[in-house]
């Protein structure tokens, strides 16, 4: 089992392939195997980087609540751990809000950045949704809790179209080995609503992706327009028809943008 000692953290981490590497950032209550679908993709070219955030999965160390700029730090340490000098970075949605921590607070890590519906500042939208989300955790089992958040995250054409998906889905979370606790599950959405580096973004200097599902009610839009204002060399991909979850719905078309992007710089 390849455990990292940081300080506090012992981090699960896993190595793909070989190449320039890419470290894949994860989203609030999703471990490694969120990535699953691009790391079997990116390893024919790169050298994949996923791991554990604290509070999820077989990552260990102190409760939080937890911050974004805890959850760089972690990435970075990891980072510096397997030699890495610098890494294609790749988040989505908190995953996001880490690498944008991790490209201000680590600029020397960061090759390129790539921020998947994500914010720059929690708004009173997005935090209303994880405090009910919260809420919830504590009230109920976590594949429930998975099926309350599903619906801010999938479109109509998922669930319609795609029932084996689903249910897949489903037993994935009543299988899996390593279930998050309501407790660790709050203690990471707090890192969502606290997150607030939009003024500072401008510091931004690597080549920058930004994408969003025109559908997206998580994180719409306007999220990604406010960071490419501060970051206005960043190019931005609106995917059509999609919500927030790209990276699982069209894993195809996500995979080549995301690769082209990468291989471009």
């Known amino acids: 089992m390849p455990l990292a000692a940081l300080g506090d953290w012992h981090v699960y ?3 793909h392939g070989d190449g320039d590497p890419v470290l894949l950032v994860n ?28 509070g999820v999965g077989q990552t ?38 880490i690498a944008q921590q991790l490209a201000l607070r680590h600029p020397e890590l960061v090759r390129t950045l790539s921020l998947h519906g994500t914010w720059g500042r929690a708004d009173g939208h997005l935090t209303a949704i994880v405090r009910s989300w919260q809420t919830y955790a504590r009230a109920v089992s976590l ?8 619906l801010w995250v999938f479109t109509v054409w998922w669930y319609n179209d ?12 009543e299988e899996a080995p390593y279930p998050q606790t309501a407790a660790a599950f709050c203690d990471q959405a707090e890192a969502c609503v606290t997150h607030d580096v939009l003024d500072r973004l401008g ?15 998580l994180t719409p839009a306007h999220h990604t327009y406010a960071i490419r204002d501060r970051i206005p060399h960043a190019r931005v991909r609106v995917w059509q028809k999609m919500g927030h979850a790209p990276f699982w719905e ?8 995301q690769l082209e992007f990468m291989e471009e710089q």
């Open 13 to 15: 981490y896993e190595e």
């Open 27 to 54: 989203g609030l209550g999703a471990d490694h195997l969120a990535w699953g679908l691009q790391t079997e993709a990116f390893r024919e070219r790169h050298r994949v980087i996923v791991f554990d955030n604290p």
């Open 60 to 97: 260990t160390g102190p409760a939080g609540p937890y911050t974004t700029e805890l959850f760089a730090d972690v990435a970075a340490g990891l980072l510096r751990h397997l030699g890495v000098e610098r890494a294609h970075v790749v988040g989505a949605s908190l995953g996001g809000a």
């Open 143 to 150: 594949l429930e809790l998975c099926r309350q958040c599903w």
């Open 162 to 173: 795609r029932p084996d998906d689903m249910a897949r889905l489903e037993r994935q979370v």
């Open 203 to 217: 510091e931004v200097a690597v080549p920058t992706l930004l994408t969003v599902g025109d559908r997206d009610m």
């Open 250 to 257: 069209i894993p195809e078309e996500f995979n080549r943008v």
